[in-house]
């Protein structure tokens, strides 16, 4: 259960998405030195009681030598991830309409220093930590018809990927629970992705179950950056890669094998601009 905004003090907001990956935007000059705990924080991106979110982001001017602004990224339960691909290319775009970086920028993260770029109004791309911890054909249950082979991947965060047939016929909420909990990941857990080729053959479908949100998300960015470098190192594309999320929006992902490179592009959308009130 979510604890309750007390309804005090206005904080200003801005609701954005990554191809449906939705994130509570602030820009810490507006908030007055306010401290927002995981309590506040999970209660701000609560569907039903507070604004609602995949996670949110807190932009800041203050960021090392070399980098235009500082991203800072909470899952929805409010504790604070190393990296949301969706959530870094909202950044860039919030970053920009805001005066802070130009289109083409350098920003700092809890992985590092990340390279932007605005390529037109919400079309953004951002270059993602190298890939680690590939894996491929790792052995977990189950193991049947459905779920033949499973990948892992760390692209700023851990990602299992399993191809399939036919997404559709995935329960993401119960197989994506199954997997995330799975002490093969203990004990942080991982992301889970469901990958499968769309009719046509010029893309995939994804759906993602999130960790941290604990249920599946409209989009992942790092999910489809996992499922990019696993294709790529299967046979089954070659880089660039196209994927359309459970959103219906694709993104692209470029991966260079040799550097373990990840260029993740696609719409960052501003929904609304709100103001909340918390007791400071």
Same mark, same amino acid.
């Given at each position: *259960? ?26 810490? %000059?507006? *908030?007055? !030195? ?5 309590? %506040? ?28 602004? %500082? *991203?800072? $990224? ?39 220093? =990340? ?15 190298? $890939? ?5 054909? &790792? ?16 692209? !700023? #965060? ?54 941290? &949100? ?15 470098? #696993?294709?790529?190192? =299967? ?7 196209? /994927?359309?999320? %459970? ?7 470029? #991966? ?5 490179? /990840? ?18």
């Amino acid at each position: *259960m979510s604890t309750p905004l007390n309804f005090t003090n206005p904080l200003t907001f801005t609701k954005m998405h990554g191809a449906g990956n939705d994130f509570v935007m602030l820009d810490a %000059r507006e *908030m007055g !030195g306010l401290q927002l705990d995981t309590a %506040r924080i999970a209660a701000l991106c609560d569907r039903r009681t507070g604004i609602g979110a995949d996670g949110l982001i807190i932009i800041t001017d203050e960021a090392p030598e070399g980098a235009d602004f %500082r *991203m800072i $990224y909470f899952n929805a339960d409010g504790g604070e991830a190393e990296m949301c691909g969706n959530g870094a290319r909202c950044s860039v775009a919030f970053a920009h309409a805001r005066g802070l970086c130009r289109e083409e920028t350098r920003f700092a993260t809890y992985s590092g220093v =990340l390279t932007g770029r605005v390529f037109g109004p919400e079309d953004i791309q951002v270059s993602l930590p190298a $890939y680690r911890d590939l894996a491929l054909d &790792v052995d977990l249950e189950p193991r049947d018809a459905a779920f033949t082979s499973h990948h892992t991947c760390n692209t !700023g #965060v851990p990602h299992l990927v399993i191809p399939v047939d036919d997404t559709e016929a995935v329960d993401v909420e119960t197989m994506g629970r199954h997997y995330r909990q799975d002490p093969f990941f203990a004990p942080a857990g991982t992301n889970v992705n469901f990958v499968a080729p769309a009719a046509g053959g010029d893309h995939f479908l994804l759906r993602t179950y999130e960790r941290g &949100v604990e249920a599946e998300t409209l989009a992942c960015g790092t999910g489809a950056s996992a499922c990019a470098v #696993v294709l790529c190192e =299967l046979g089954r594309t070659e880089s660039p890669v196209s /994927l359309l999320t %459970r959103g219906g929006q694709r993104l692209q992902v470029t #991966v260079d094998r040799e550097k373990r490179g /990840l260029l993740l592009r696609g719409p960052a959308v501003t929904s609304f601009h709100g103001e909340v009130l918390i007791h400071g």
